[in-house]
């Protein structure tokens, strides 16, 4: 690491501990998300199609509440209130997953507990980025330090799923929900521990910002791809699951495998895709992100044994770096001047795609089965690799190069 201003941070108690907090909170999604499909199926006898309803409806709720909490966030409310907030809700919805078995109850629980929780995530990524500004403001490497804050989140996806199938094989699908509970009260033990009580500043709104950001066809045509991808993702996510189980017969253990092996090389990638892009190749490394998405989606259909889907997951984790650790400056070069536009546009991307994705499960799965799926995420994937293939970026500001 070249840069003294991000090891003196790396070498504070404070990052340290708040890379463990977000290694917990990681672990309350890892434990959990690979095997919803499967719990949902097989524990609560949901079909694909209510199952796909079911995890639309929290989809939307999740989204309507997060904005909701965003104005509260925008007037100044401080960070370590709405993360207590959240772990809060997380314990008790995970809590109440572990013992309710009525569909509609699970809705209630999903679409209130479980949607507030999802605003853990974005608040604690963005105490961390303001922490960071304030205490090195002019020679810390801030890109460098929140990769390996993203890095570390990863981690916890390389161990999680393992685990969660163990508990599964022992304890049945209720234990994921309970250890995931617990996950949550350390997430919020490690908030009163490592984020301060101190209010901020209110921050800007970016409405009007990020109205002009969609009103430019090139930033719009980025937003609908790049949603298009995330419900390609969120798609596989339920998907992939049924189709090691129903169709080549794996175990839970064989699913947390094929879980944990993506995000082991996802961390490899985001280091050296975060050095390339800082290269001046930023687009490029785009394009090859979507393309290995493209490849990944198309081969999952000819697998015919457990063990083809490990090496598949390399590619997976080529996707999953770039989308999720190049994708955000990438929208920012789109909309220069305008950080905070756009990085809400690609999280309303993200949340739009994973509403799709859930939507087209609820829609497709029945009609196509678990395989046919895949060609739709390659599909959806194959619009994203030509968007950012052959659009061309707004000109450059202070000559900048506009083929990045």
Avoid at 75 to 92: I, Y
Avoid at 185 to 212: D, H, K, N, S, Y
């Amino acid at each position: 690491m070249n840069s003294p201003g991000a090891r003196r941070v790396l070498a504070t108690p404070r990052f340290v501990g708040l890379l463990a907090t977000n290694f917990v909170l990681g672990l309350t999604t890892a434990f959990v998300l690979p095997f919803l499909s499967l719990w949902a199926t097989r524990d609560i006898g949901m079909s694909s199609q209510k199952l796909g309803t079911f995890m639309t409806v929290q989809a939307l709720s999740a989204i309507a509440i997060s904005t909701l909490i965003a104005r509260w966030s925008d007037r100044g409310v401080s960070r370590r209130t709405l993360l207590l907030f959240g772990s809060g809700a997380g314990a008790l919805g995970h809590l109440g997953f572990a013992f309710v078995r009525d569909p509609l109850l699970l809705l209630l629980i999903g679409s209130s507990a479980w949607a507030v929780a999802s605003i853990t995530f974005a608040q604690f990524f963005a105490h961390v980025r303001e922490h960071l500004e304030h205490i090195e403001r002019a020679g810390v490497a801030v890109p460098l330090l929140m990769g390996i804050l993203r890095a570390c989140y990863a981690l916890a996806w390389t161990v999680g799923p393992v685990l969660a199938a163990w508990l599964v094989s022992r304890f049945g699908y209720p234990a994921i929900f309970l250890a995931a509970t617990a996950f949550f009260i350390v997430f919020a033990a490690g908030v009163i521990v490592f984020v301060p009580r101190a209010p901020r500043v209110a921050e800007a709104r970016p409405t009007q910002r990020l109205t002009w950001g969609l009103g430019q066809p090139i930033v719009l045509a980025h937003a609908v791809a790049f949603a298009l991808m995330f419900a390609a993702v969120t798609l596989k996510g339920l998907n992939l699951p049924l189709f090691l189980t129903e169709k080549l017969g794996a175990t839970e253990q064989g699913v947390g495998t094929a879980f944990a092996v993506s995000p082991l090389f996802e961390i490899l990638f985001m280091v050296g895709f975060g050095h390339l892009a800082a290269l001046g190749h930023q687009r490029r490394v785009i394009v090859f992100g979507a393309s290995a998405a493209v490849g990944y989606f198309a081969a999952l259909p000819f697998i015919t044994a457990v063990w083809h889907v490990y090496p598949l997951q390399v590619l997976s984790a080529a996707a999953g770096a770039v989308m999720t650790s190049v994708a955000i400056p990438y929208f920012q070069d789109l909309m220069p001047g305008q950080p905070g536009a756009a990085t809400t546009l690609y999280s309303n991307a993200l949340k739009a795609g994973s509403v799709l994705g859930f939507g087209a499960f609820g829609v497709l799965a029945s009609y196509l089965g678990n395989t046919r799926l895949f060609w739709v995420c390659a599909g959806f994937a194959l619009v994203t690799l030509a968007v950012v293939s052959f659009a061309r970026k707004r000109p450059p500001l202070n000559g900048d190069d506009a083929s990045r």
